[in-house]
């Protein structure tokens, strides 16, 4: 007993102070882009030819977040800086298609109706589905967790059941074999209810886009609320998009500060 | 031995190294039977199979099939080859050599060969109504679970979708009140077609895919991958690529090994352990997000060396990093290990006898931690391995204190190893350049993953072209040893098993 209150004391407080602030990504961190058509060189396909997953279309120059896996060869390959990746961790957006940049800002997630953020926002409990994630998203989720970002303080919690979730956490490209138990995940989550998807894979396929045995997407008849690209996120990326939806975070600035819970 | 003269020159041949490419001409061809008898011979002198698989011959609709075998003590590999005809059957190894059941049946279901004698001729990865255009076998409706009847028995059925963040299987438990008899596991929900996929891709995806066959793994996987196409070249990666990578290899371990020793302990309900490595296990993540820009490490490993160096200050920020992480690890583990109630649920629990172990041919920590003393690292070094040597960490008791144990020596030397390369990391460039890789080669690349043995065979056609990929993840060896642990185990005592073992379900399908 002395022995666990001396390394609690060892130990104290290792909790983030807010979402962001007490963690500096290093500068080798590759988050968000930023996308320059106008520096492109005549004819260049430097980086087209360098990215592993097809992420990039020529002419103009466009880069689909859901299928990039942040690896910064297009970055490397590039002559004239038109893609250089930042370390701002924030990627969550609401719509698929608003991950294509091609020079205009990232628009990142809004929150979620003012109907859904009554029911959730306060709390919000979600059941996770790994599809043929190779456990690189599912680690992050995990780590999500622990003391370091100790989810739970912000009313999120992952659970064991989808009878007990408002929404279901979808990694992987969704390989044949789980396409009916996700679907049967989904189908046990009592409505109203929400769908998030974390990585490249649900996305595009990420890696694996055009396997044999994984669709690559999530079936249509799935509505995905909300979209966290990465391969895997970092778990501030992830945390980042489960707030934005919530309505906790808004302001356009990396180290924003949470904005009042719904009827406090 | 009775086979005499035929057996015994063949067991002469067939002899080649880690990472070192051979003539595929030079891989002795021996008949099914004779095959069938090598195998025999020389696993009963103490080797075990590190691969064992079919490629199909476009020529006559028969098949190839290489069997790579592992000599530990003498520190190399064995392959051999043979040729099954279209419909012909291979008769199976598994009732001698349990360990070669898996790699069998994957023959089976990947190629429709039929393998007479085989015990338990069940679906590896294919499920039911779910054809594959590469042809095999398609399961037919409900899996043929073992199962006992009798008063009192009574079946437990676990998963695809686990109550945690973990990946999908499926585990059933025939039980007698909460005593385990029996635990099936049945997988390949996770198969995405990895190893296909690979063999049609450019080359820097094919290291991605390689980097997400097991994504904890990114690290083993990837670096065996860059192994199989440098020696498919005949190129070596410069002194200081060897070094970070062997330092990333490290770093993948301890955050891995350090993330275990937390999970056992949230299991057994001691918080203070989950917390604590659950934070440290963070910080080696953290090192490797500085190295690569990502968390696990991806892109730093590329064909022919590493993407990113470490310059003099990073250096020393990381020595002062891991110094604050090695003591906080070892009062952490020093609390864990002191602590009767964790003591009490982790010894005596999922026992795997050597015996057991050996003829399973389980690999890695696990292996290690029921005595038997395989290590690729020490076994057959490559790369920054022959020159600096970890310690191999064994334990005898083949239970959950066994394996914990293992995992907390392991991480103490990789600390050591990486303070160690850190301080004497080599200038100098951090890649080469890789030709095109050499027409009619193979080469088997081992990778001492945290897992434990990471295997990649790759091999090139008549125009320097994949003719063939073959991915055997350490899970692929140790799944059976979990369902081994739990027998006369009570079922509540299968999540810290479970996490005992931590396996990839991913790694695993493929």
């Known amino acids: 007993m002395i022995r666990i209150l001396r390394t609690r004391l060892q130990q104290g407080n290792q909790t983030s102070k807010r979402p962001v602030d007490a963690l500096q990504l290093p500068e080798r961190f590759r988050g968000q882009p930023e996308i320059s058509p106008s520096l492109c060189e005549e004819g260049c396909r430097g980086c087209a030819d360098a990215c592993p997953t097809e992420a990039i279309t020529l002419s103009p120059l466009r880069l689909d977040l859901g299928s990039c896996v942040f690896c910064g060869r297009c970055e490397e390959a590039c002559p004239t800086d038109a893609i250089r990746f930042t370390n701002d961790h924030r990627l969550a957006v609401r719509q698929r298609e608003d991950l294509v940049l091609s020079g205009e800002e990232l628009e990142l997630a809004d929150a979620l109706g003012a109907r859904m953020r009554r029911l959730f926002g306060r709390s919000l409990t979600l059941r996770q589905v790994s599809a043929g994630g190779c456990s690189g998203c599912e680690a992050e989720l995990t780590a999500l967790g622990n003391v370091v970002f100790d989810l739970g303080r912000f009313g999120v919690q992952f659970v064991a059941s989808p009878r007990h979730a408002d929404g279901i956490v979808v990694t992987g490209p969704v390989t044949e074999n789980m396409e009916h138990a996700l679907r049967e995940v989904y189908a046990a989550v009592p409505a109203p209810k929400i769908v998030i998807a974390v990585g490249a894979c649900p996305l595009s396929g990420g890696p694996f886009a055009g396997a044999d045995a994984a669709r690559g997407s999530i079936p249509p008849d799935i509505p995905v609320d909300l979209y966290i690209p990465g391969c895997p996120p970092h778990p501030l990326t992830v945390l980042d998009g489960f707030l934005r939806l919530l309505g906790r975070l808004q302001s356009a600035t990396p180290s924003a500060r949470l904005n009042p819970l719904p009827g406090s | ?510």
Not at chain 2, 135 to 140: A, D, E, F, I, K
Not at chain 2, 361 to 382: E, F, K, N
Not at chain 2, 474 to 494: K, Q, T, V, Y
Request: proline content about 5%; charged content about 20%.
């Open chain 2, 1 to 510: 031995m009775a086979e005499g003269k035929t057996t015994g020159a063949n067991q002469k041949s067939g002899v080649c190294y880690n990472s070192v490419a051979m003539p595929l001409d030079e891989v002795p061809g021996l008949s099914p039977d004779e095959l069938r008898q090598t195998a025999v011979a020389l696993c009963k002198d103490g080797a075990r199979i590190v691969a064992f698989f079919a490629l199909p011959r476009s020529t006559d609709g028969g098949h190839d099939l290489f069997l790579v075998l592992a000599e530990d003590a003498a520190s190399r590999l064995r392959l051999f080859r043979t040729q099954l005809g279209s419909g012909e059957p291979l008769s199976s190894l598994s009732v001698e050599f349990p360990q070669a059941q898996r790699f069998e049946r994957e023959i089976h279901e990947q190629h429709g060969i039929a393998i007479p004698g085989h015990p338990w001729l069940k679906p590896l990865r294919r499920h039911a109504g779910i054809p594959r255009q590469s042809g095999g076998v398609t399961p037919g409706p409900g899996y043929p679970f073992f199962q006992m009847s009798g008063a009192g028995v009574h079946e437990v059925a676990v998963g695809p979708v686990h109550a945690g963040i973990i990946e999908p299987g499926h585990f059933r438990f025939q039980c007698h009140g909460e005593r385990v008899f029996s635990l099936e596991i049945h997988l390949g929900y996770q198969h995405r077609g990895a190893e296909a996929l690979l063999m049609r891709s450019s080359p820097a995806r094919q290291l991605v895919i390689a980097e997400s066959i097991a994504g904890d793994t990114a690290m083993g996987h990837s670096l065996a991958h860059c192994m199989v196409r440098e020696a498919l070249a005949g190129a070596a990666p410069p002194l200081a690529a060897d070094a970070l990578r062997g330092i990333a290899l490290e770093l993948e371990r301890l955050a891995n090994h350090i993330g275990d020793l937390g999970a056992m302990c949230g299991d057994v309900a001691y918080l203070p352990g989950a917390s604590y490595f659950g934070r440290l296990r963070g910080n080696f993540l953290n090192l490797l997000m500085r190295l690569s820009g990502n968390r696990f490490g991806r892109v730093l490993m590329s064909v022919g060396g590493v993407r990113f160096g470490l310059d003099h200050t990073t250096r020393d920020d990381f020595l002062g990093r891991l110094a604050k992480d090695a003591a906080d690890f070892e009062r952490v583990a020093d609390m864990t290990f002191n602590t009767s109630s964790v003591l009490s649920r982790f010894e005596h629990t999922g026992v795997v006898t050597e015996d057991e172990a050996r003829d399973l041919g389980l690999v890695g920590p696990v292996g290690r931690a029921c005595g038997l003393t395989r290590d690729s690292r020490q076994d057959h070094p490559v790369g920054i391995f022959r020159f600096a040597h970890i310690p191999t960490a064994v334990a005898k008791t083949g239970d959950v204190t066994a394996r914990a144990l293992v995992r907390r020596l392991e991480a103490q030397r990789s600390i050591t190893f990486v303070q160690d390369q850190l301080r004497k990391l080599p200038d100098g460039p951090l890649t080469t350049n890789v030709d095109r890789a050499a027409p009619k080669q193979i080469v088997v690349a081992l990778v001492e993953g945290w897992r434990g043995e990471i295997a990649h065979v790759g091999m090139t056609d008549d125009r320097g072209q994949l003719r063939g990929y073959k991915i055997v993840d350490p899970s692929f060896h140790n799944w059976f040893g979990l369902s081994m642990a739990l027998r006369d185990n009570e079922i509540s005592d299968f999540p810290i098993c479970n996490k005992s073992f931590n396996l990839s379900y991913a790694g695993h399908d493929l």
